[in-house]
């Protein structure tokens, strides 16, 4: 399935426990979003987010991945909204500042853009440094984010 969002498509991917993947992607490849997953807590919330009324999300997730890419995801959860970390202060919330490397790389796996905010870990320097999306998706979301932040 997939959702067009005002920086492009995304793919969506679920199983029965949740969603397991948003994915931006170049072009649909034929699909669309599921007429009975149009009314859908998702569609519900994404277009909540993408309007600005959704801060955060309130949705089943089925998270793939090792263990520690998991603890790293359920961290970045943790990042309110409007709001970036670096990856050294995400290494040290992991309990880890020599694993940088590492949860740098796990937060770069992340399947579920968006819900599971990457897009907010930045460059101690303040730089943005990569985004499986794109770093213009990065620089957007943050951006939009700031625009909302106080509403």
Not at 55 to 74: A, M
């Amino acid at each position: 399935m997939y959702y067009q969002s005002p920086i492009g498509t995304i793919r969506i991917e679920s199983s029965e426990k949740g969603i397991s993947g948003l994915v931006f992607i170049d072009k649909a490849e034929g699909e669309e979003l599921r007429a009975d997953f149009r009314d859908s807590p998702f569609t519900t919330q994404i277009d909540g987010y993408f309007n600005g009324k959704r801060k955060i999300f309130d949705l089943p997730l089925d998270l793939k991945g090792t263990e520690f890419q998991k603890k790293v995801w359920n961290e970045l959860l943790k990042i309110p909204f409007g709001k970036t970390i670096s990856y050294k202060e995400l290494s040290i919330r992991m309990g880890n500042l020599k694993a940088i490397r590492a949860v740098a790389a796990a937060n770069g796996a992340n399947p579920v853009s968006i819900i599971v905010p990457c897009h907010r870990v930045i460059g101690s320097d303040g730089s943005l440094t990569g985004y499986a999306g794109g770093l213009w998706r990065k620089r957007w979301l943050l951006d939009f984010e700031n625009k909302y932040l106080l509403f």
